[in-house]
């Protein structure tokens, strides 16, 4: 199994002093400001950072804005991510802001490292795929939390751009294009009175292993929705456990590539710190099968 790299510990611990200089140095500031214009969302509903670098779940994008700024404030995160696989290590770092409750923009830098089994494939020990995402996502209509008195959820729209450095290895390995753009709607509701959380998602999209084996391919160069679901369950008002699944694109005829699917528990020191630990099954990756492990993440902001 590839160990864990030292630019990862050094992502989570710049997260974990991001957080402290928060909680103090900017404690004074905070004062002065009205709940509602910073930390004015309940805990966790601002959902926590996606492997893409957008407001939700682990592996699906939610309705929500990121951070505690409510409709007259701004919020944000800083988040590093680390999945370990058996076979391959991935690794997430990035930033997102959250504007008025209404906007929010994201951006993510993706590593895919292949480790040992990168000899096998013929890229050689270690070879590292990389991948810059840029997202925006707009509330259209509804409140997740607020709108206790309705049955329609928050409803979002976004996008995300994609870029991948490794085009000459895409196109070797069937892949059209070495970048791509995403674009979906996301609903997601909270039930208060029962403590439960829903979010659906409806993605468009040709990326390969979400876009870091390239976009499009030699069995198929079409867009296609995919579905990302989650279900939240609030055990405490720091505690959320739940289960995502996300299908997937299968465009490459050399390897097949399967939905996810994770089990999480996402826990919240406060509204400056949190962390996500899950167990996650990525399927088949470019060969290789039975890709499950650890996902753990730390996300720090306001």
């Known amino acids: 199994m590839p160990s864990i790299r030292t630019p990862v510990l050094a992502a989570l611990a710049t997260c974990a002093v991001l957080s402290t200089a928060t909680a103090a140095s900017a404690q004074s500031l905070l004062d002065r400001i009205p709940d509602s214009r910073s930390g004015g969302k309940l805990l966790l509903t601002g959902g926590v950072s996606t492997l893409e670098g957008s407001g939700g779940g682990g592996l699906a994008t939610w309705a929500t804005t990121t951070g505690y700024g409510a409709e007259d404030g701004i919020g944000g995160n800083v988040h590093a991510t680390l999945v370990d696989l058996p076979d391959y290590q991935f690794r997430s770092v990035g930033a997102a802001v959250g504007l008025w409750d209404r906007v929010e923009l994201s951006v993510a830098r993706q590593e895919f490292d292949t480790g040992g089994t990168g000899a096998l494939l013929g890229l050689g020990s270690g070879f590292t795929f990389t991948q810059d995402v840029v997202g925006v996502k707009v509330r259209v209509m509804g409140d997740a939390v607020y709108g206790q008195d309705s049955w329609a959820p928050q409803v979002a729209v976004g996008a995300q751009y994609k870029s991948n450095d490794q085009g000459a290895v895409v196109r070797a390995v069937g892949g059209v294009d070495d970048h791509g753009t995403d674009l979906y709607i996301a609903a997601t509701k909270l039930f208060l009175a029962q403590s439960v959380l829903v979010n659906g998602t ?10 870091l084996l390239g976009f499009g391919g030699d069995a198929n160069d079409d867009i296609e929705p995919q579905f990302e679901g989650s279900v939240g369950w609030l055990l405490s008002r720091n505690l959320v456990v739940g289960a995502e699944y996300r ?32 167990w996650t099954d990525l399927g088949s990756i470019a060969t290789f099968e039975d890709q499950r492990g650890l996902y753990l993440s730390l996300q720090a902001g306001f």
């Open 202 to 211: 409806v993605r468009w999209t040709r990326a390969n292993q979400t876009g």
């Open 247 to 278: 299908t997937k694109p299968d465009n490459l005829s050399f390897a097949r590539e399967d939905d996810w699917f994770d089990v999480y528990a996402a826990y919240a020191v406060n509204k400056h710190l949190s962390v996500t630990a899950a």
